[in-house]
């Protein structure tokens, strides 16, 4: 912001001398014979060079005040050249506020004071404060953290931690002078860091979850008591049949990519839950399926997926233990290493089903040219667009999740994805309404409705 | 019966105290502790994985089955296992530090490497782009325009026709409302998919949708 505004400045100076030098250095000389039509040519332009340098002046003053407000240092400079600091003795902290810090685990008390009387943004003699604790059990205090006085703050804030949590603390500060004289604050009332056992601050997703969970719960128990639910038709998990068959009759495996994020993201656990069905239908029709894995903690994870897919299918000589293998953690190091397998193997169908990133488009543009049928499926927003574009199915965002449901066709999860959908329409008309409400408060030009703004806003951990 | 009981059970324990933790501060120092297990889980992981490299290429470059053949791609698996020998000796033998043989084979062969893995994009780009925006049908005219006003304001520092402001109002009013309509569909599946893995719902990852 300070250079950024200095580089104006200077800027502007450049353009204001350029045309106030102008016509002493070099405009080239006026002809009599053009002087005519040259005359309100020049005075036109003079205008404009006088308004331009008059505006800008104007910003140069501007900027200039902007500099002030945004750089302390270039701000302090010209005033401490202007009025040099008396050498005041120091004076003692008044207002010093220890607290617990709210909405922690304990451990931590924050601590806020204001400046000592007469201290100016550290300008009028005052050069540090130091913050003294007193430990429980302990007789003397020892310095917890020094503020530098020439701040722009008038009040400082720490958040001492590391403290034992139910145990009294004191603190005090010491205002330390330029000149080295210093002055104790009085010591602040002992203050207990304790933990706290509910963010307060997040009862609204509590209750939205608890919420989330009664429907979905609630769907499944209907659905175990033979209540039929109805689920719209998906494309690109119908096609899976499709893509398995074809392969079978072409004597080709299957490719399964299951992403290459974590285990710990939830598209890869919904990726393993769709291999497991998908192994299932391999199985039976006695074909062969290929899973590169990237992730090391994933690799195992789907071996022993498709192996008991396999086992469920009763067929578990046909499992391959080599097919199911780890490649490498590095991205474009996998996608190479998959595009070769593509190109080499010819799978009849390529299955990417998870979390994707740029290598997204290398590995379907690579499928597309070996002219597998190609299904995929993530949440990723960002790679939508490349797999709509490079595969003959793709599933968008939700339905990734919904697919395992959908091709085990198990009426227990039907019934949570019928849960979901009943939530994710309560969730549009709370959103409609907070729409309409919000906008109604602004309207009125009051705040009769800004509450419903902070009752839905979703806050994190620090509150 | 066990063997699925029991991991159900873990499941089941570690899903609801990470759900939990979320509303309890008291509970964030166990919740970093147990992120740090992922470390530990993660360090052995990456043995298994090491095996399973060594292993699907040893057996490629193997003479195997009843015709003593190797697999057709068995170079491919020498190389494999070649560099994954070489990059381990060096890296024991002479650490990982500035100006070592492993850095230097690093720096000058897997960072070119990935480096043009990565540029190919450009070219898979390209190709992409030109199947997407053949003028098939209304939707795809509408997808032609609106990519070509955003590509142009892209481009156009200036204000030529206004495109640069129509350009962000396509971005920031109708390309974000359809992605706050996936993302909030997404948001649903997650948590669903959640509640289903950890009361148990779901199990086919564990390769068995019932007991």
Redesign the interface.
């Not at chain 2, 996936?182 to 997404?186: A, E, T």
């Not at chain 2, 086919?204 to 949708?209: A, I, K, P």
């Given at each position: 912001m300070v250079s950024r505004a200095g580089k104006h400045v200077s800027a502007v100076n450049h353009q204001v001398e350029g045309r106030v030098e102008q016509p002493k250095t070099g405009s080239p000389p006026v002809s009599r014979r053009t002087t005519g039509l040259a005359f309100p040519f020049l005075a036109l332009l003079l205008t404009l060079s006088a308004s331009l340098t008059a505006a800008a002046l104007f910003r140069v003053r501007t900027a200039g005040a902007d500099v002030t407000q945004d750089a302390p240092d270039q701000s302090v400079a010209p005033a401490e050249s202007a009025a040099q600091p008396e050498p005041t003795p120091a004076r003692p902290v008044l207002d010093l506020v220890v607290r617990d810090k709210p909405l922690d685990a304990g451990g931590t008390l924050r601590i806020t004071f204001g400046r000592a009387p007469g201290d100016s943004l550290g300008l009028t003699g005052v050069a540090r404060y130091e913050l003294w604790r007193q430990a429980p059990g302990v007789d003397s205090f020892a310095v917890a953290r020094t503020f530098t006085a020439r701040q722009r703050l008038d009040r400082f804030t720490y958040d001492d931690s590391r403290l034992w949590t139910g145990q009294p603390y004191v603190y005090r500060v010491r205002t330390v002078a330029a000149d080295g004289s210093t002055a104790e604050g009085a010591a602040s009332p002992p203050a207990v860091p304790t933990r706290q056992w509910f963010y307060t601050n997040k009862l609204n997703t509590l209750v939205a979850v608890i919420a989330f969970v009664a429907f979905i719960l609630g769907f499944v128990h209907a659905a175990r008591r033979g209540r039929e639910l109805k689920i719209r038709r998906i494309a690109g998990l119908d096609a899976i049949d499709e893509a398995v068959g074809r392969c079978t009759e072409m004597g080709r495996p299957t490719l399964y990519i299951p992403g290459i994020s974590t285990i710990s993201d939830v598209a890869t656990i919904a990726s393993l839950n769709i291999l497991s069905e998908v192994a299932k239908k391999i199985a039976r029709y006695q074909a062969r399926i290929l899973v590169p894995n990237r992730d090391p903690i994933v690799y195992p994870v789907t071996q022993d997926v498709v192996k008991e897919a396999f086992v469920t299918a009763g067929y578990p000589h046909n499992y391959r233990p080599e097919d199911i293998y780890f490649v490498t953690n590095d991205q474009f190091t996998y996608a190479a290493a998959v595009c070769g397998t593509m190109v080499r193997e010819k799978p009849g169908a390529n299955l990417l089903l998870g979390m994707f990133y740029a290598e997204s488009l290398v590995l379907a543009e690579t499928g597309a040219s070996i002219g597998a049928i190609q299904i995929a499926g993530t949440d990723a927003i960002t790679q939508l667009p490349f797999f709509v574009t490079a595969c003959d199915y793709t599933i968008i965002g939700e339905e990734l999740y919904a697919a395992s449901a959908y091709i085990g066709r198990d009426p227990t999860l039907l019934g949570s994805l019928k849960g979901q959908d009943v939530y994710k329409m309560i969730c549009i008309v709370m959103i409609l309404l907070g729409v309409a409400l919000m906008t109604a408060g602004v309207l009125t030009r009051g705040e009769p409705f800004t509450w419903i703004g902070d009752l839905l806003r979703v806050r994190g951990t620090g509150g | 019966m066990m063997k699925t009981r029991i991991p159900l059970l873990i499941c089941f324990v570690a899903g609801t105290f990470m759900?939990v933790q979320?509303?309890?501060?008291?509970?964030?120092?166990y919740y970093d502790r147990v992120n740090d297990y992922?470390q530990i889980?993660?360090a052995f992981?990456?043995v298994?994985?090491?095996a399973?490299?060594i292993?699907?290429h040893t057996?490629r470059v193997q003479r195997r089955g009843p015709e003593k053949r190797r697999h057709k791609?068995w170079i491919?698996s020498l190389c494999a296992l070649a560099g994954l020998t070489v990059m381990l000796l060096a890296g024991f033998i002479e650490g990982r530090g500035e100006g070592t043989l492993f850095q230097n084979l690093f720096n000058a062969i897997?960072l070119p490497?990935?480096a043009t893995?990565?540029a190919?994009?450009a070219f898979?780009?390209a190709?992409?782009?030109f199947?997407?925006f053949r003028t098939r049908s209304v939707d795809a005219t509408v997808l032609l325009l609106a990519a070509v006003v955003v590509m142009i304001g892209r481009l156009d520092d200036g204000a030529t026709l206004g495109i640069p402001k129509l350009s962000r109002w396509i971005l920031d009013n109708p390309n974000l409302v359809a992605?706050r309509a996936?993302?909030?569909?997404?948001g649903?599946?997650?948590?669903?998919?959640?509640?289903?893995?950890v009361?148990g719902?779901?199990r086919?990852?564990?390769?068995?949708?019932k007991e």
């Open positions: - | 759900a979320y509303f309890i501060p008291a509970f964030l120092p992922i889980v993660y992981s990456i298994l994985g090491l399973s490299v292993q699907r057996h791609d491919y897997l490497v990935q893995m990565f190919l994009l898979y780009l190709s992409a782009a199947r997407a992605k996936i993302l909030l569909g997404v649903l599946g997650m948590a669903s998919t959640a509640l289903k893995v009361v719902i779901e086919s990852y564990l390769g068995s949708s």
